[in-house]
């Protein structure tokens, strides 16, 4: 079982529609939880960083951690064209560099239709 | 502005040559990281660098190198010991306490003729 599953897509929904992306974890001790959206040919942008439980909400934005279900999910309102891009979600078990300890998923590829 | 720049955007190269990717950041960022992304596979960690002239592999270091020898900078040599060096190649950085987010680079693309 992988540590980080997380659905490829793609995802197709039409614009003004809610968006639901989602990753399962494995590893319990995952404590730190993100979400980066990346453009084609881009690097990956932060979006979301959450800590532990519980919902957090920028603008459109809204990040959810269920622990208990080792489940994350990150909500999309009014979706716009300009939110087409890969979703990735990324988790740690500790705060701090060190790349050894973060774990991505292979990303979710929205598009939102006009 | 701070943030990461990586060049060249596009490279070619002919099988056996090595090539040098660089990485500079102006974020003051102790820790800095190289990953490789190929369709449907994610994002794999190819080295990272915690503090100057210390680095550690990740999970595909082979056939690849690295140096740190200044701060700002992370180059990543592909070298011709790489049997399928055609990917996208993104740089980041990270603060070394605090949160654990990295701010990645525009990215190179790498394509071996």
């Known amino acids: 079982q992988k540590e980080v599953e997380q659905d490829p897509g793609p995802l197709s929904v039409p614009e003004g529609a809610i968006v639901s992306l989602n990753c399962t974890y494995s590893?319990?001790?995952?404590?730190?939880f993100m979400w980066y959206r990346q453009y084609s040919r881009k690097g990956p942008e932060l979006l979301m960083y959450t800590y532990s439980s519980g919902n957090k909400e920028d603008g459109r934005f809204t990040a959810q951690v269920d622990k208990s279900s080792k489940y994350i999910s990150l909500f999309i309102r009014d979706s716009q064209p300009s939110d087409s891009a890969t979703y990735l979600c990324?988790?740690?078990?500790?705060?701090?560099?060190?790349?050894?300890?973060?774990?991505f998923g292979k990303g979710t590829h929205l598009i939102i239709q006009p | 502005d701070g943030g990461i720049t990586q060049s060249p955007k596009y490279l070619f190269r002919k099988e056996g040559q090595n090539v040098t990717l660089s990485c500079e950041q102006n974020l003051n960022h102790d820790a800095m990281y190289w990953y490789r992304q190929d369709p449907g596979q994610g994002l794999r960690l190819i080295y990272y660098?915690?503090?100057?002239?210390?680095?550690q592999k990740g999970d595909i270091a082979e056939g690849y190198s690295v140096s740190r020898e200044k701060k700002e900078s992370f180059p990543l040599t592909v070298t011709s010991a790489q049997k399928n060096p055609t990917a996208f190649y993104l740089c980041a950085s990270s603060m070394v306490s605090g949160a654990n987010v990295l701010t990645f680079g525009a990215g190179s693309r790498l394509t071996v003729l």
């Open positions: 660098s915690q503090i100057v002239n210390d680095f």
């Open positions: 590893n319990s001790a995952f404590q730190y």
């Open positions: 990324a988790m740690s078990a500790h705060s701090g560099g060190g790349a050894d300890g973060l774990t």
